[in-house]
């Protein structure tokens, strides 16, 4: 197994000369979640302040206006997980095609939407759905069991894309999350510890007002990448 310093050697390595590239790669995703949030005010939350708040209504609606309030955050929030994890999931594919020299160009406006297309994009969102409900499951003995299992099952989108490029058949999502659980036995520590070695560059992101992160998510990416190939 590779220490974390040549994890993170192989990676700037495999990102020389293509940071302009990962850099556009991972905008992509942000100048989209601002777009649908501006959208989403625009069209949803605006127009319900003026209805809620008018003179005509506001009495008679306030009981409801707490339960909305309330409640109904959840389903933006769930949907809002699950592209995410669309757009990093593919994002993180393209990185290890890149560290195993099996793609020389990065290419954002495509790359970026990998993890949408065909016939990736539901086994992202079904391990995503199997693992937010086992690490849910987990985390109602303690938060730390939660925790442990989440790292278990990290590498379960990396196992799905390899085995589906190797055998042209989609894996069984279980399987995929059971074999990353497997592969992740005695490594859980070395990835913890290697989300920790970047705690530096987090800080220093925070003084940039989060511009930074442009170039330390693909940095990340990368190394994550590095450390399932060196598995």
Known sequence: ?????MLKAEAKEALQGRWKEAVLLNLIPTVISILVALIFLVLIAVPAYFLFNSDMVQSATSNFNTEVNLGGSG??????GIIATLFSVGISWTFLDVLRRQKMTIEPLKDAFRGF???????IVVIYLLTAIFTFLWSLLFIIPGIIKS?????AYFIYY?????TGVAPSYR???TKSRQLMDGHKGRLF???LSFIGWHIVCLFTLGIGYLWLTPYISTTKAAFYDSL
């Open 1 to 5: 197994m590779k220490s974390n310093a």
């Open 75 to 80: 389903a933006p929030s769930f949907a809002g």
């Open 117 to 123: 297309q065909a016939p990736y994009g539901i086994g």
């Open 151 to 155: 790292y278990a099952y990290s590498q």
């Open 162 to 166: 390899d085995e589906y490029r190797e």
């Open 175 to 177: 399987d995929s999350i």
């Open 193 to 195: 510890l290697l989300d």
